[in-house]
């Protein structure tokens, strides 16, 4: 159902349009009399589109437009007039209005309007949804020692064009480091193609990636660009490769050592100098020993090895990652936005994530945002297998494949945050509470952990 905001002066007019609109679709129609109660209305429920008059005394429907632009109020409006004046309406248009309509039109031409701009919206927003999805860093967010020296490496590998093989656990973020290391690679502006090699059709592998031309198999009606040829100068994101076919998997060695792809059903070369990044979840040095993967295409594609650190081994940086998980979930959801309570910080530290990484995180994140009816979200909107884990264990102990030195940063570093939430974020409080000298010190510790009060979720 959607919620129609009808603003007009003459309430008689706009009772009509709003009786019209609800036995036309499935409407639920507001009427306010003014341009200030339309703003009103707009900054304090959620409205789909606004019918708004442009002759009104006092605010005009110019002046609603001002408004919500400098509010940012992202809401269609339709505007209408009964002088005739279509100038005046072109330049609603021109000033964010998305259509606009004479008060003599047959009611069913409204609605139609309305149903448009309303889809024109959520097309709008899942475009920007999709964009910020491609574009989210949130795997890559924080500051502990894991990932400090984790961007350090990235920042080194991304401008060298060799393969690169990226390692990590089912949801750790392999893809958005990929991307990252495109970003920061010689053709940024270049294409990014990803294949998901576990999702490809063993029959369609070659395929997929090196294209094929009209009649090489049934169903090759048209001539195909694989992805080597689609990435162009760009990049090439081969995730989960411990799972391509080894048929196809000597192809690949042989494409990656000539730079050359022949299409299926051709016998044309076609140079490709997209890079190569890889990933996987597998180990392929057992892989290797037990001939479920080449010798040669593993040392083809790890001459450099980017192993992405589980959430486990750097919880400190949790703050942060809930934080912009929380603005980017309510945001999607178009709800208010909400906070955590100073309880709820602990459980997520003290949980292992070891099934899913910061994906399983985002999803915990989504369902207490569901399950949270007010502003903040308490323990008792924990899921349950979290909160039980949380509270019945400490956090995880620190892999075994890292440094004293490491172990003891990403210690101290979930100390201070823990005392922080405890207390707020209140410095002098937190720096008493673990027996510091002074706030000085802790601020210290702080600046040093790169910790500031927007860490705070």
């Given at each position: 159902m959607s919620t129609i905001l009808v603003c007009d002066d003459n309430i008689l007019v706009a009772e009509q349009y709003a009786y019209d609109l609800r036995r036309l679709g499935d409407h639920q129609v507001q009427v306010v009399g003014s341009g200030a109660a339309a703003l009103d209305v707009l900054s304090r429920d959620a409205v789909d589109c606004v019918v708004l008059d442009l002759e009104m005394p006092g605010m005009d429907g110019f002046g609603v437009l001002q408004a919500m632009r400098e509010r940012g109020l992202a809401v269609p409006v339709i505007?209408?007039?009964?002088?005739?004046?279509?100038?005046?309406?072109?330049d609603a248009i021109r000033r964010g209005a998305s259509a606009f309509i004479d008060k003599e039109e047959p009611v069913e031409r409204v609605a139609r309007e309305i149903e448009l701009a309303i889809e024109r919206r959520r097309m709008l927003d899942e475009i920007a949804m999709l964009r910020r999805y491609a574009d989210d860093e949130s795997a890559l967010l924080g500051s502990s020692p894991a990932m400090r020296a984790f961007k350090d490496a990235i920042a080194r590998v991304a401008p060298i064009p060799s393969a690169v093989l990226i390692m990590g656990e089912s949801g750790s973020g392999k893809e958005l480091v990929a991307r990252e290391v495109h970003r920061l690679g010689a053709n940024p502006r270049e294409p990014f193609v990803a294949v998901n090699c576990a999702a490809l059709p063993e029959h369609l592998v070659e395929s997929e990636l090196f294209g094929h031309e009209r009649g090489a198999f049934s169903g090759a009606i048209a001539q195909r660009k694989g992805a080597f040829e689609s990435a162009g100068r760009g990049t090439l994101f081969l995730d989960e490769i411990?799972?391509?076919?080894?048929?196809?998997?000597?192809?690949?060695?042989?494409?990656?050592?000539?730079?050359?792809v022949v299409r299926l059903g051709s016998t044309r070369g076609v140079a490709v100098p997209a890079r190569v990044v890889a990933a996987t979840n597998r180990d392929l040095d057992a892989d290797v020993r037990s001939d479920r993967f080449r010798k040669d295409l593993y040392f083809r594609l790890n001459v450099h090895i980017l192993r992405v650190p589980p959430l486990r081994d750097r919880l400190s940086d949790l703050p942060d990652l809930v934080a912009r998980l929380l603005a980017t979930t309510c945001d999607r959801f178009r709800c208010r936005p909400k906070r955590l309570g100073t309880s709820v910080l602990p459980l997520l530290m003290a949980y292992d994530w070891r099934q899913n990484n910061v994906r399983e995180l985002r999803n915990v994140v989504e369902r207490m945002v569901i399950a949270s009816d007010g502003d903040t979200i308490g323990p008792e909107h924990v899921p349950l297998e979290v909160r039980d884990e949380g509270a019945s264990r400490v956090a995880a102990p620190?892999?075994?494949?890292?440094?004293f030195l490491e172990r003891k940063a990403e210690a101290e570093r979930q100390i201070i945050i823990a005392a922080l939430d405890r207390h707020d974020w209140h410095v002098t409080r937190a720096a008493q509470d673990l027996e510091l000298a002074d706030h000085a010190s802790l601020l210290k510790i702080m600046r040093r952990h790169g910790l500031t009060r927007s860490s705070a979720a």
């Open positions: 505007v209408y007039t009964g002088t005739g004046s279509y100038d005046r309406c072109a411990g799972d391509l076919p080894l048929a196809a998997q000597a192809k690949l060695l042989r494409v990656l050592e000539e730079r050359v620190a892999s075994i494949g890292r440094t």
